[in-house]
């Protein structure tokens, strides 16, 4: 079975910025949606940070990301599994209050894991990694430690990995923490890096500057094969002259 992987959504970025909303909505509408259509790819897996700011949401942007996302994945039945990030919560030691989980609850297709979760994609194990802190950290690696799923996808601050293009993250957890596993994907860094086991997929579209020149986009992972296909973005909104 064929999945999209998709993280750092970001809804709401740059103080709720109408161009960065067309600029999104354009990803979305031109390519994300259509490929997902041409493919009938049934299943998304969101790898954290759906909304840009922690505190509130603003009404426009709660609107049109309602309607040109949420309502579009259950307009096409896409099962939809939410791996809660960092800026979707709302305090900094627990994700029990969330963005996600307030916003999306009328929405039968849309699965939100605040926890660390062993979960079956098609035939695939796969262990659910959310936005590890005080409250969850202790349950978090238990699970991490037991579990016999060879995949984890997650929210993970690794030390290591490119935070950015040009900046490598000299803090956060040390990356053998799931070295038991065969694949991990991650959101949270904005860039695609990795080291051959532990993939940063990257965000689907420019935010910062810093995303300048920075190939963006979503991919394809095939749960039997284990195939990794990145679909780039061809779409840009920074541009020097």
């Known amino acids: 079975m064929k999945i999209a992987l998709l993280t750092d959504t970001h809804f709401g970025c740059r103080n709720d910025s109408p161009a960065f909303i067309e600029f999104q909505n354009k990803f979305y509408n031109e390519l994300f949606f259509p490929y997902m259509q041409q493919y009938d790819i049934k299943t998304l897996v969101h790898l954290g940070d759906v909304v840009d700011r922690r505190k509130f949401i603003n009404h426009n942007t709660a609107h049109n990301f309602k309607l040109k ?15 809660i990030g960092n800026h979707d919560t709302y305090y900094k030691n627990t994700n029990n209050v969330n963005a996600v989980d307030l916003l999306l609850r009328e929405y039968k297709n849309v699965i939100v894991y605040s926890e660390a979760t062993e979960v079956k994609l098609d035939k695939l194990g796969v262990v659910f990694v959310p936005w590890i802190n005080k409250e969850n950290e202790e349950q978090t690696l238990k699970l991490i430690k ?15 990995f490119r935070a950015h293009k040009n900046v490598v993250m ?10 038991k596993f065969s694949t991990v994907f991650s959101g949270h860094y904005h860039t695609r890096s990795d080291n051959g086991k532990i993939y940063y997929l990257g965000n689907p579209y420019e935010i ?33 002259i």
């Open 69 to 83: 996302f949420w309502d579009k994945l259950d307009e096409l039945n896409i099962d939809t599994h939410i791996i």
């Open 146 to 160: 037991k579990t016999k799923h060879t995949c984890a996808m997650g929210h993970l601050e690794l030390s290591g």
């Open 170 to 179: 000299d803090h956060g957890m040390d990356k053998d923490v799931f070295s």
């Open 208 to 240: 910062y500057w810093n995303d300048w020149k920075d190939k963006k986009g979503f991919h394809i992972f095939d749960t039997e094969t284990l195939e990794l296909e990145r679909i780039v973005n061809p779409y840009t909104i920074h541009e020097k």
